[in-house]
């Protein structure tokens, strides 16, 4: 079906050959009936010949050319490409290929361009990123080696404003990885009781502010699992700190760790559960769109969507199935099964 869309263009040419011919067999008629009659055979055999023939090189001359112009616009930059167009179209096309040439070109650096621009941006954003993680360890160090001569409501303030700017660097970094080419991930064998205990420490002083109840069982948790420690609690922190920002009236904040089969693979499956303001039904399936708030709730309005988007995004690259299951106004629970 391909091939004869090839000769579409020649169609007419095609049956106006035909009609000459069948206008000489009517002639041929007129003149001489039983001369006709006996090369008639001969004559539609010929016909057929003949016109498969033109079809056949009709379909290898327009297969060319379509070769050569894919080729052409594969690298629109090679003169050697350039000149096969030329030599396949002729001279009287000159004018037209100069000109196609010349808009290529022109395409092709501002494509350069803008992706010289766009590398700009990123390697500026990463150094940002980095040279930003300086204020906050100092900052950290601060806190960390507090004496109490800071008053609690301050430090609970100031160790607010270090986890959220932290999370934000974070979500830039980790953005640019999973879209960068190249992936640089450390895979270790790491305790996940280890993991989960590093990201409450980091948030223990909004935990505490907020009256969190922490339920988790540390010989459950005292499992190893082989993965990106960075990546894996990067995906715990925006999970704990959805917990905080849409934490109820006595919250709590729970951690269950349980070994489990699906299909083929053995792992470890993490379930992390809060009583919180929850998720709308509507919203459950779109939560990992980025940019996505939904409707459940003002606050989730105002949210910037990123968090369980990245989350879920670096999950898919390190291979961790991520899942999440709520009931508007009793809770939300995400779910991580890390292969073994």
């Not at 064998?189 to 590093?198: A, F, P, Q």
């Not at 420490?201 to 993965?227: C, H, I, N």
């Not at 700190?241 to 699906?262: C, D, M, Q, W």
Request: charged share 25%; net charge negative.
């Amino acid at each position: 079906m391909r091939e004869l869309k090839r000769i579409k263009p020649y169609l007419p040419w095609l049956l106006t050959i035909l009609a000459v011919d069948g206008f000489c067999i009517f002639l041929l008629w007129m003149a001489d009936i039983e001369a006709l009659t006996a090369l008639i055979g001969l004559i539609v055999l010929a016909t057929l010949v003949f016109f498969i023939a033109i079809c056949l090189l009709l379909m290898r001359k327009e297969k060319q050319k379509e070769k050569v112009l894919l080729r052409y616009l594969d690298d629109p930059s090679s003169a050697e490409n350039f000149d096969s167009l030329y030599d396949l179209y002729g001279a009287e096309k000159e004018e037209t290929l100069k000109q196609l040439f010349n808009s290529f070109q022109q395409k092709n650096d501002l494509i350069q361009q803008s992706m010289r621009e766009q590398q700009d941006y990123e390697d500026y954003v990463e150094t940002w990123a980095h040279e930003i993680k300086l204020p906050l360890s100092l900052l950290t160090m601060i806190l960390d080696n507090d004496d109490g001569t800071i008053p609690p409501e301050l430090f609970f303030k100031l160790d607010y404003i270090r986890n959220e700017t932290q999370r934000y660097v974070s979500q830039i970094l980790f953005y640019h990885r999973i879209k960068s080419k190249k992936k640089d991930y450390l895979f270790q064998d790491i305790s996940l009781l280890g993991c989960v205990e590093e990201v409450l420490a980091d948030y223990g002083p909004s935990l505490r502010e907020k009256g969190f109840q922490l339920s988790y069982d540390p010989v459950a948790l005292d499992v190893r699992v082989f993965t990106d420690p960075r990546a894996l609690e990067f995906i715990l922190r925006q999970l704990v700190s959805n917990s905080i920002k849409y934490a109820g009236a006595l919250p709590v904040l729970s951690f269950l760790a349980t070994r489990e089969a699906r299909g083929r693979e053995n792992g470890v499956l993490l379930r992390i559960s809060d009583n919180g303001q929850g998720v709308k039904e509507c919203d459950l399936p779109y939560l990992f769109e980025r940019g996505f708030s939904g409707d459940s709730g003002e606050l989730r309005k105002k949210s910037t969507g990123m968090g369980l988007y990245l989350a879920k995004q670096l999950a898919d690259d390190i291979h961790i199935q991520l899942e999440v299951d709520s009931k508007w106004e009793e809770g939300f629970t995400a779910s991580l099964f890390i292969n073994d």
